[in-house]
């Protein structure tokens, strides 16, 4: 992971997380857009990042997507996963940040965010830990706290789960 500011301070901010909100397309997959011959969506999720997910919740931390595009295989994904705050269809994703802001009664340096691309940047900017991916817009990557090694969809997510788990000081645990 390439910090943007001291790892120090940025591992210090990740022990206080409380829920971790992820972009779609970009972070959990390749960002790449499959459509079948009868025009379904297709989408590629890495199992890297969905064990990294049920390990974070497992330790109380919560876990939610906010995502521009609406698809049902993003709903069965994350119906899978245990992902219970799925915000699909939504366009203004700092407007979704506030809600759940409001209906969690959690202050913005709990949450972080992980996205790859402008309508991200808002919310990149607002909450307290910020990540983005190496194929993420460049004017995303300059206001995000750390970038990962791994690409979207190919275990960018499990890398921020690790971090996330690792600042908790939970990781060692899941090594046992």
Do not use: W
Not at 83 to 111: F, M, N, S, T, W
């Amino acid at each position: 992971m390439k910090f943007n500011q001291d790892a120090k301070s940025i591992k210090a901010q990740a022990a206080s997380v409380k829920l971790l909100l992820l972009d779609v397309d970009g972070v959990l997959t390749d960002g790449r857009l499959y459509f079948s011959n009868s025009g379904e969506e297709i989408k590629s999720f890495h199992t890297l990042d969905g064990h990294g997910i049920k390990m974070l919740m497992s330790i109380g931390v919560d876990v939610g997507i906010i995502t521009g595009r609406q698809s049902e295989i993003v709903r069965k994904r994350c119906a899978d996963l245990g992902i219970k705050l799925v915000y699909q269809g939504r366009q203004d994703k700092l407007k979704v940040l506030h809600e759940i802001v409001k209906e969690r009664a959690l202050p913005l340096h709990a949450i972080a965010y992980a996205g790859d691309d402008l309508p991200d940047r808002p919310v990149l900017q607002a909450v307290g830990l910020s990540f983005s991916v190496p194929a993420g817009h460049a004017s995303v990557k300059t206001v995000v706290h750390a970038i990962t090694d791994a690409p979207g969809g190919q275990g960018a997510v499990r890398e921020i789960t690790d971090f996330l788990l690792e600042a908790h000081g939970a990781y060692e645990a899941f090594l046992e």
